[in-house]
């Protein structure tokens, strides 16, 4: 199979998108990387896992990209004595803290980078523990290791001082360390250290049984529930060969439109407020708090936890909850396009937004910068737009970009995805096809492979999962979930560069990044 210029053995995994796997050798790792990223590919995520499987198997470290023909998931098996692997950042920078927290999990490193600082651990596990290596392929535990500093990179210069801000934060929202170099209140440069929120989810993933992982899957980002769900369900129902019923399928795009809508809605109030409109955080607050009871009605639970599960959903719409669906977006589109009005014509929100927290589209492709900020910045990807499946297929989605980059156009596309996927609901509604909500999931009784990749709120989600169901195993050998955060993050690092500190707070809450579906 020709996938992006290279005949590799690739095997196309079952799912409503193009999927493919392959496993490569070193050099052909090294080779393929170079030409994705020279012909405007993009990595989606890296990860690694121990398929020791008795007396065979080892370390494999995986690689999923986007390329033209979908997405592929490179596998490369790395050697039982040196468990290394040609570093990737040289054509995707985003890949040096997937690469550092690879390390950390599972014990192996790229060759070559120059950056092998712990990522997520802190030293609250023992220094020898490799949290994601199977029984039998742990090394010997050791005392638990003291948290040491954190080897900041430092800024001198005359005038240079640094101001750390976190982990623990004055308001209510999860712990990340920031460490700005400043000379004045001008920020000279911006360095993360995150890692705060790990959980163990990963490991956990493989504790539970596959047709109830779904809901650990909607707990790994709770503004992002249906997104993961949705995503683990389609790699559980790729791997066991499933296909959905088509009223299911519209049920679970109509949930996630709610999901998208509903961030959406409290992002602009917040970046209202961040700016000193609290006028704005009013009234989209109050708008949000609507739209979030009525999903409790409808579907069960205000975030609709729970209701994408494997096989299809929980919930079902009737005539009048379809009716009640569709009334809410009228009314909230007519106030939307005023609050709109207004955020466009007052001056002083202007004032802040606009040049502040910019990111040239030059710097987003350098980057990778995906998702709304990457649209933002002048990047035009949308999987419901460039790989729409059912229902996306039927729906011709207006993908909405913005060149600007800074908070301004992250605003604005806001806007605009909220108008559109409000469009986008009221025709799930009014085209909800007949049929079952739910179908029967038989897991094979072999090892077999899956992976889900849905466009979220926030940008890509992406889950590859692993399964066993040879001698009647039934279980999880390996579940990574991605969040596009991973991709976002280091690129606020460069957004914030020139401006004030005070601006901080809008610049990050116009990227709006998870920490926990980071840190898993």
């Not at 370390?59 to 490369?76: F, H, R």
């Amino acid at each position: 199979m020709k996938i992006s210029g290279f005949g590799l053995d690739c095997e196309r995994l079952p799912a409503p998108l193009p999927i493919w796997r392959a496993t490569v050798r070193s050099e052909t790792w090294q080779v393929v990387a170079r030409a994705v990223s020279g012909s405007g590919g993009r990595l989606l995520t890296l990860w690694a896992s121990d398929r020791t499987h008795g007396a065979s198997g080892g370390l494999v470290i995986s690689a999923a990209y986007a390329v033209p023909e979908g997405l592929l998931w490179l596998d490369l098996p790395l050697a039982e004595r040196a468990a290394t692997y040609p570093d990737l950042v040289p054509f995707f920078p985003c890949a040096g803290r997937m690469q550092r927290a690879t390390a950390d999990l599972v014990g192996a490193t790229a060759e070559g980078a120059t950056d092998r600082r712990p990522w997520l651990n802190h030293g609250a596990w023992p220094e020898d523990h490799l949290p994601l290596r199977r029984e039998g392929t742990q090394k010997a535990a050791a005392a638990p290791r003291a948290v040491t500093d954190y080897a900041f990179v430092r800024v001198g210069g005359d005038g240079v001082h640094e101001i750390p801000v976190g982990p623990v934060h004055a308001g209510i929202i999860e712990p990340g360390h920031f460490r700005f170099s400043v000379v004045g209140e001008k920020v000279q440069r911006l360095e993360q250290r995150l890692g705060y929120t790990h959980k163990g989810i990963e490991k956990r993933f493989t504790e539970l049984p596959p047709l109830q992982a779904h809901r650990l899957a909607g707990r790994v980002s709770g503004d992002s529930t249906v997104a993961y769900a949705w995503a683990y369900c389609m790699a559980l129902e790729s791997l066991a060969g499933c296909q959905i019923g088509e009223r299911a399928s519209w049920l679970r795009a109509l949930l996630l439109e709610r999901e998208r809508v509903a961030n959406h809605l409290g992002d602009l109030g917040a970046l209202g407020n961040d700016a000193a409109f609290a006028f704005g955080l009013a009234q989209f607050s109050r708008l949000r708090e609507d739209w979030l009871r009525l999903s409790k009605d409808a579907f069960g639970h205000r975030l609709m936890m729970d209701v994408v599960v494997p096989g299809g959903v929980a919930a079902d719409v009737d005539q009048a909850t379809a009716a009640s669906l569709a009334d809410q977006c009228d009314r909230i589109e007519r106030e939307m396009q005023e609050l709109r009005q207004i955020y466009d014509e007052h001056a002083g929100l202007q004032d802040r937004f606009l040049t502040t927290g910019r990111v040239s589209p030059e710097l987003a492709a350098r980057l990778g910068l995906t998702g709304l900020a990457g649209r933002a910045s002048g990047q035009a990807a949308d999987l419901r737009c460039d790989r729409p499946w059912i229902p996306y297929d039927q729906l011709e989605v207006k993908i909405a970009t913005q060149r600007g980059g800074d908070v301004a156009a992250r605003v604005s596309v806001r806007f605009d995805e909220l108008l559109e996927s409000l469009r986008l609901i009221r025709l799930l509604l009014s085209r909800l096809p007949d049929g079952r909500t739910r179908s029967e999931l038989r897991l094979p009784s072999k090892l077999a492979f899956g992976a889900g990749w849905v466009e979220g709120w926030r940008g890509e989600v992406f889950v590859a999962l692993e399964y066993d169901g040879e001698q009647g195993a039934n279980r999880i050998r390996r579940c990574h979930c991605h969040d596009p955060s991973w991709q976002n993050w280091p690129v606020l690092e460069h957004a914030v560069m020139g401006d004030i500190v005070p601006d901080f707070p809008l610049i990050n809450k116009s990227f709006n990044l998870s920490y926990s579906g980071h840190d898993l």
